[in-house]
């Protein structure tokens, strides 16, 4: 369980950057890596989000590095791997977990909101990607687990500008998957599906059922995928997508 502390400690000694760290799945991620002995780095736009994670880690008592970033912002980007390098010599373990999307008919959307999303989501995940790498090359080698989603395989209405970047983060995987491996560098990528990250008692019978897997997805699905794609020990393991999501996007759905 997440909430379980692993006695392998197999993250012991390493340093983990999560992005996105404020809620969800990568306020899940930040616990997962802390309590299973890494030093846990959290970086989120949303500073209210950050504290809130910051909190949860030290009632636990684990110290997290905490830093504000907006990864639209390549500068905000730098600075945050400044800072990294100044307190911990640098990472060992990229999840780039932040991303959002904006949900709008493709005949209304503005060019700054398509910009905003591709920004952040493709755009961030590069810059992040390639400034963690400069460091990792130093250290000997490192795991980078991009967040994509099945929205890069399959598509709802109106999600244009969320779909392409989570498509764009697949080709970018496996791209720098081959450009790293020289450095002993792995770059993976999980496609989550309905991962719930509200109140999982709420949700109704004919949500987890129409899943193959019998229900809906939770943050923890997501943190054991991460844990495999970025243990050390599973170095034969690069440039994947790992599809976690129920094995919806294997049935084919009709209406009746």
């Given at each position: 369980m997440i909430g379980s502390k692993r006695d392998d400690a197999v993250f012991t000694g390493k340093v983990v950057l999560v992005t996105g760290a404020g809620a969800g799945i990568g306020?899940?991620?930040?616990?997962?890596?802390?309590?299973?002995?890494?030093?846990?780095?959290?970086?989120?736009?949303?500073?209210?989000?950050?504290?809130?994670?910051?909190?949860q880690l030290e009632g636990e008592g684990y110290a997290a590095i905490s830093i504000t970033a907006d990864l639209s912002l390549s500068d905000d980007i730098s600075r945050?791997?400044?800072?990294?390098?100044?307190?911990?010599?640098?990472?060992?373990i990229l999840i780039n977990n932040a991303g959002f999307g904006i949900w709008k008919s493709p005949y209304d959307l503005e060019l700054d909101e398509w910009d905003c999303v591709l920004n952040t989501n493709l755009?961030?995940?590069f810059l992040c990607?390639?400034?963690?790498?400069?460091?990792?090359?130093?250290?000997g080698g490192g795991s980078i687990?991009?967040?994509s989603?099945?929205?890069?395989?399959?598509?709802?209405?109106?999600?244009e500008a969320?779909?392409?970047?989570?498509?764009g983060i697949l080709g970018l995987t496996h791209a720098m998957a081959v450009s790293l491996g020289p450095d002993r560098i792995r770059v993976n990528a999980i496609c989550p599906g309905w991962i719930d990250t509200g109140d999982y008692s709420a949700l109704r019978t004919e949500d987890h059922v129409q899943h193959p897997?019998?229900?809906?997805?939770?943050?923890?699905?997501?943190?054991?995928?991460?844990?495999?794609?970025s243990d050390p020990h599973n170095d034969f393991v690069t440039g994947i997508h790992l599809t976690v999501d129920g094995g919806m996007t294997r049935r084919m759905i009709y209406e009746e």
């Open positions: 306020q899940a991620l930040a616990l997962a890596y802390a309590r299973s002995g890494a030093t846990v780095a959290i970086a989120d736009r949303n500073e209210g989000g950050l504290a809130e994670t910051s909190a945050m791997f400044e800072r990294m390098e100044e307190q911990t010599g640098g990472i060992d755009r961030g995940t990607s390639r400034e963690a790498a400069k460091g990792m090359k130093k250290r687990v991009n967040l989603s099945t929205r890069a395989l399959m598509s709802e209405a109106n999600s969320y779909a392409a970047s989570k498509a897997a019998g229900r809906v997805g939770k943050p923890e699905d997501i943190t054991k995928a991460c844990f495999y794609l």
